[in-house]
Structure formats: C-alpha cells, structure tokens
C-alpha cells in the first residue's frame, strides 16, 4: 500500500513541477505555515530576519519563535544559539544567520534545539574576479554583475540594485559577509572617484544583509590614478596617496573592507619594481586602512622561471618575512601550492607561517575542473585541504586550524573563494555549480562540516517538492531513495571522477592553453615560459613520468614539516593521490594494486570515464523529481562531460604511449579518436 501510495505521489509531483531556472539557488519558496516571530527590538535587520522567518515558515503551524539580541559567553563574533524556539545572538547579524540555519534545519530535518553555532572565520569573503568592462575572468556564469561597459556603465539601475540585494541575501543565508568585487588583475581606475561612486551604491545595496565590500587595487594606482612618478611603497607622496585615498573611501563606505592585492604576480606590479619587499608594500597599505578598521589581503600567488620549481617559491618567498607584517595584513594562500589543480596536496605555507595571519583562498569557479559544464561538487576538495595535517604544531594541526585562530593568534580570520558567479539567470552557469558557491558558504562558516552534510543541505533546498500538504510529504521515502541518495553519491563521487579522468595520480597542470579546459600535455611552443606548459609538470620521457620533488629532485618535500617531509620522501608511503607530485617513476613501477604505473594510469582513466557515464544514468533516473528545465539542462552538460571524459582519457594516454610505446592493457576500452584527431581538434569548450 505505501509503495502504491508513494508512486502516486511521485505521478502527481510529477504533474506540478513547474520549470525552474534555478534564480531562487537553495532559497526556494514552498509554501509557508503561520508563524509568530517577536523581536526585542526594531530593525532593519532583525525585521529581514523576520521576514524571511515569516515568509520561509515549514515547521509547526502557529509557532512562536523570538528573535534576542543578547551577548552570552558561548557565542562568538556572529554566531548564535537556537533553543525551543529562541534565536539569541550578539548582534543583529547573528539573528539573520540564525533565521536562516533555523529554516534550514527545518527543512532538513534536524534538530532545532541546543544549537550553538559559531563561525570558524571571521570574514568570509567571495573574490569576484569581474572586469570593469564587465567580462569576467575564467567566470562562466555570465557577465559581470557589478560592472558594464558603455557611456552608462557608472549609471545604476533599480533592476541592478534588486539583483546585488539577491546577491547579498543568498550569501548571508550561507553566512558570507564580503564580497570583493573586480578583479585580482586589478584595474588602478576601480579607485578612480568616478568608480567609487559606483562602489558605494553597491555597498549600499549590499549592507543590509552584512556583506561588506572589498576593493582588488592595482599597486600602481598612484601613478595611474593619481598621477604620481612612482608607486614606491616607502615614498612620502605615495604614502600619503593612499592615505588619502582610504579617507575619500571611508567617507563614502564607512564599514569598507579592505583591500585585496595582487603584486608581482604573473606581471602585476608590486613593491619588488622598486627594490621594497611584500611586507613594505603591504604595511604601507595596512598603515592607511588602519585608522578605519580595514585589513590588507596579501596574495602570496608568486612565481617567477628562475626556480626550477614553481611548488616551491611561495614558500621561499614569504616564510622568511613571517612576523613583519602589520596585525591587519592576511596573506592569502591557494589551497595548494602550484594553482587550483584538480589535486593538489595543500600549500605548505599553512602553518609554517606561525607570526602572520593566513588565509586559505579556494576557486570556486571551475578554471581548472570542467568550467560550467562538467558537474564537479568541489567540497570534497577544499574539505581534504581543511583537514590536512600539516604537523606544524604536533599532529592534528590541521589546515582548518592554523587558519581559523585556533592554534596560532590571529587579530583577523578569514578565508577567500574564487566567485562562480555571474548575470545569467542561474547565476552560476552549471545548475550543479550553485552547489560550490553553497558549499565555500557553509565551509567558511563551519571549516570541520562534511561534504556529505553539504550535499544533502544544498539538494533539499534546491530540489525538495514544493507541496507541503500532509498527502505529499509520504513522497519523503520515494524522494529520499530516488532522487537525494543516488544524486548526493554522485556529487561525492564527482570530483575524485574528474581527477580521474583529467590528471590522476598526483599529475598536474596537463592543460590546453586555451582556457584550462580540455587536455594539452604536449603543449610546449618555443616562445612560451616553461612555466605555462604541462611537459614542465609531467616530465614525461622513455624511462617514466612524474616531477621528481624529493631531495633528488627540487627538494619542495623539505617545506613540508615532519613526519611529512619523510613520508613523502619516501616512495613506498607518499600516498598514491600524490604519487607523481613528487616522484619521477618508471612506467614499470609496481603500484599498491600489483599494477605498473603504466597500467593503473589507464585504469584511473578509465575509472574516471565509466563513472561518468554513469552519471548519466544516475540523473536519467532522477528525472520524476526534477523540473523540465533544470532536468534537461544538467542531462546536457552530462553529456558533453562524457565525451569530454573520452577525449581526455584518449588524448592523455595516447601522448603517454609515444614516450612509453606501451600497449593498454587488455580489458581496457579502446580509444575513440586519435592523438592527431585531438591535437587538431579546437578547444573542447568551444562549441
Ligand atoms: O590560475 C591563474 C589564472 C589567472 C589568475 C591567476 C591568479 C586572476 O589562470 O587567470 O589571474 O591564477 O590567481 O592570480
């Protein structure tokens, strides 16, 4: 009978999924209960909060829940406590992240008493990287929210107001509170006064929901705003510009960020074009913010050719500055140490910088794994990184809390991810990709959740029926079996399968120029910086493959503290995800499943290619619960990530061969295309 019962009920959800774009993200409106909300007292935020109880009500028809400001020894910064209906926080901030997590939890299903819940960051800051032409650098979401060419492009609209407040709401529901909004590639006029008018209407529309603003400044600024001969760090006329510039920004956004900087990195300027050190430039910032109570995000993304290995000059470069900086400057770290590979192990910055404020900043936007089109849950990557050991202060000194404030002091935490988010209707492209932007919400908040617990919050909200009545929720059981759990498998799966069939194995950078996307380990033209091109990575030849980073090789183990130094050292105990990250083996190399290398390689590929496939079957049979639009939309991209599977897998080890002149093992899949066909094919993501 409750079989039949829930098969009706799947036929008659069915007949009322109305197509979605995917606008409304994880904050869908189902239809609410009455409910009664107090507040100890009137404001704009405490009354958003009650509105978006009020309007987002699931629980019990004709609760009471009271909303309390009140300052109490277990919650910190904006966290709050949940109990019997309670919502109490230190300030009005923390009420909304309460309102928030409480419908979450309702809608989830888990318990909404004795909750106390405080952030692991203090800023959780989204790093646009928007253009002020309004194109966006590796974002597949679109255009630039924020900005627009043309003669109107400093003229706001009340359509781009509402759009930046939907903005802000959906990052508060997930407790981000700052949004950098252009470019790390800074353009110096972002600080022109013309474009800071523009800054504050966006900070206005913004504040509300208590996402600040953050500027991406170019260091030369002052010669190319201000008119200035030099942008030396240590010259009075340039100092003071900057002062002057801070005052001018305060007086029109007086809870400004702060700024994000990215100098003498990939040809930016920076404070080595005049001999001055990163700690002269950054301080000279930090002194200006100061005064105003805003922070210096320091990028430590520098490499240059003259080390013959890329992993390692991070480190070189900032460790022995550790301790100089200004208590307002955080040095901000890619999670690993080359650039947002599809595996890295983490950078081994964190922790070895023990007097400095570090911050971990993830790519949320797939650059590196698929763009908008392949379906990758990237929490299970950036919840490896936070839990990596990195045995700076004993064992268990994780990434997560070398970060967070919890082992070293720091006057500021934060943590930054690279936005995927964009003008197009679902804001980031890929309906799955939605799923990343939720998953660095909750992370920042909460650095030790797991991705299983992410996954299941983001597909309850952002697929659940949206029929309340009592009939519709004995659907749970049909919903829960043949939507949440094969689709939650799939995401978890996702991102191991990606590696699998991009560059598994600890392989790396293997990228066609064009964009990141589809596979170019043999892309190497002469005038190109070694650097930028994968043969530099694999180091493929006759005898193997691998980058040999031991002692033997560059050396980059010794950055890593101890057991790790030697574990990693050590071939027969690097762990396999990791093998040619740090060693140069021979194809012949006998791997933990009795396989060669040679052979496990093409299984991993294949491995990565089958499970996406699968993946289609997966979605395929998830179609009565989901709406045509978006059903048809990720079915697509499905399909394109399959093929894109296949070229991969066939283009990677085909290149392999003609080193190794190897045969694929016998029961593997042959390939579809030739290397030829691959080499001459334009770029994947082009359609
Ligand atoms: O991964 C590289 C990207 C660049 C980016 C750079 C960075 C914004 O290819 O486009 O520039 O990293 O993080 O600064």
Same mark, same amino acid.
């Given at each position: ?39 100890s ?21 004709? *609760?009471?829940? #009271? ?8 919650? #910190?910064g ?10 109490q ?7 909304l992240?309460g ?17 106390? *819940?405080n ?8 790093n646009?990287w ?6 966006m650098e590796?974002?597949?979401?679109g255009?630039s929210l ?7 492009s400093?003229?706001?609209t ?11 709401r ?24 013309p ?6 209407e ?7 929901y ?6 991406a400044?170019?260091f ?14 240590l010259d ?10 801070a005052?001018?920004?305060y ?7 702060g700024?994000?900087? #990215?100098?003498?990195?990939e040809g930016?300027p920076?404070?080595q074009d ?6 002269d430039g950054?301080?000279?910032m ?12 320091w990028?430590?993304f ?5 080390d013959a ?6 480190? $070189? ?15 901000q770290v ?6 947002? /590979?599809?595996?890295?192990p983490f ?14 900043e ?18 299970s ?10 045995? $700076? !202060?004993?064992e268990?000194?994780t990434?997560g809390?070398?970060?967070?404030g919890s ?5 500021y935490?934060a ?13 980031c ?23 299983? %617990?992410i996954?299941?919050e983001?597909?309850? /909200?952002?697929? *659940? ?22 689709v939650k498998k799939?995401m978890l %799966? ?8 991009m560059m598994p194995?600890?392989? +790396? +950078?293997?990228?066609s120029?064009?964009?990141h ?32 980073r031991?002692?033997t090789g560059?050396?980059?183990?010794? /950055?890593? #503290?101890?057991?790790l ?8 105990k690097t762990?396999e ?13 006998k ?16 491995d ?7 993946? /289609?079957k997966i979605?395929?049979?998830a ?11 990720? %079915? ?7 093929r894109?599977? $296949? ?7 085909q ?6 002149n ?9 390939p579809m ?5 691959? !080499?001459?094919?334009p770029p994947?993501?082009?359609?």
């Open positions: 009978m409750k079989i039949i019962l829930s098969f009706v009920v799947v036929l008659l959800c069915i007949g009322t999924l109305k197509a979605e774009n995917g606008y409304e993200l994880w904050l869908r409106k189902h239809p609410a209960k009455a409910v009664n909300v107090t507040t007292k009137q404001s704009a935020v405490l009354d958003m909060a009650k509105k978006e109880l009020t309007e987002g009500w699931q629980g019990k028809a004709g *609760s009471t829940i #009271k909303l309390i400001v009140k300052a109490d020894k277990d919650i #910190k904006d966290g709050f406590k949940i109990n019997e209906g309670v919502i926080a230190n300030n009005e901030l923390g009420i992240y309102a928030f997590e409480l419908l979450r939890r309702v809608q989830t299903g888990e318990t909404t008493d004795n909750v106390v *819940s952030p692991s960051y203090q800023r959780r800051v989204l646009q928007d253009n002020l032409n309004g194109s590796h974002g597949f979401g255009n924020f900005w627009h060419k043309g003669k109107d400093l003229t706001v009340d359509a781009e107001r509402n759009r930046w407040r939907d903005y802000a959906a990052n508060a529901s997930i407790g981000i509170n700052g949004s950098v909004i252009d470019n790390v590639n800074a353009s110096p006029m972002v600080l022109s006064t474009y800071l008018g523009k800054v504050k966006i900070a206005a529309s913004m504040r509300p208590g996402v600040r603003i953050y500027l400044v170019n030369a600024s002052p010669i190319k705003v201000g008119g200035l001969k030099t942008a030396d760090p009075p006329g340039v100092i003071k510009w900057w002062q002057d510039k005052k001018e920004i007086a029109l956004i007086p809870d400004f960020g700024f994000l900087v #990215k100098a003498n990195s930016q920076g404070p005049y001999k001055r050190t990163h700690v950054a301080n000279m930090a002194d200006a913010l100061k005064p105003y109570g805003g922070i210096v995000m990028r430590a520098v490499y240059s050719t003259t290995d890329r992993a390692k000059q991070a480190y $070189q470069e900032f460790v022995p500055l550790d301790g100089k900086f200004r208590d307002n400057v955080i040095i890619k999670n690993g140490p080359v650039d947002f /590979q599809p595996r890295e950078s081994p910055l964190f922790g070895a910088m023990k007097k400095t404020s570090v911050m971990p993830f790519q949320i936007t797939q650059e590196y794994l698929g763009h908008a089109i392949h379906l990758v849950f990237l929490s990557m950036w919840e490896e990184c936070l839990k990596s050991d990195t045995y $700076q !202060e004993g268990g000194s990434v809390k070398v970060t967070d082992i070293y002091p720091q006057k935490t943590i930054a991810g690279v936005a995927n988010v964009g003008l197009d209707s679902s804001w492209g890929h309906p799955f990709a939605a799923a990343n932007w939720y998953a660095f919400g909750r992370l920042a908040w909460n650095n030790t959740l797991t991705s299983d %617990q996954a299941k983001w597909l309850v /909200q952002t697929f *659940s029926p949206r029929e309340t009545n009592e009939t519709l929720l004995t659907a749970t059981t049909a919903w829960n079996s043949g939507f949440l759990l094969p799939m %799966q996702s991102r191991e399968a990606a590696v699998n069939y194995l600890g392989l +790396h +950078h293997m990228f120029a064009y964009e996307y589809g596979p170019g380990p043999w892309y190497a033209p002469p005038r190109v910086r070694v650097d930028w091109t994968p043969p530099y990575y694999h180091k493929a030849d006759a005898k193997g493959l691998g980058f040999d031991t002692k560059s050396d980059a183990i010794s /950055q890593y #503290k101890e057991p130094q030697s574990v990693f050292a050590d071939v027969n762990p995800i990791y093998l040619l990250w740090f060693h140069h083996l021979p194809w012949d190399y791997m933990k499943s009795g396989r060669s290398l040679w052979e496990e390689l093409c299984y991993k590929y294949q990565g290619l089958t499970t996406v496939r699968d993946f /289609q979605w395929d049979n179609k009565p619960y989901v709406d045509s639009q978006r059903f048809a939309d990720v %079915q697509t991209r499905l399909m394109r990530q399959t894109d599977a $296949q070229i991969w897998k066939d283009g990677v080890l290149y392999f061969q003609t080193f190794n190897l045969p694929f093992p016998p029961d593997m899949e042959r295309t030739t290397l030829k066909y691959i !080499e001459a094919t994947l993501n082009i359609k």
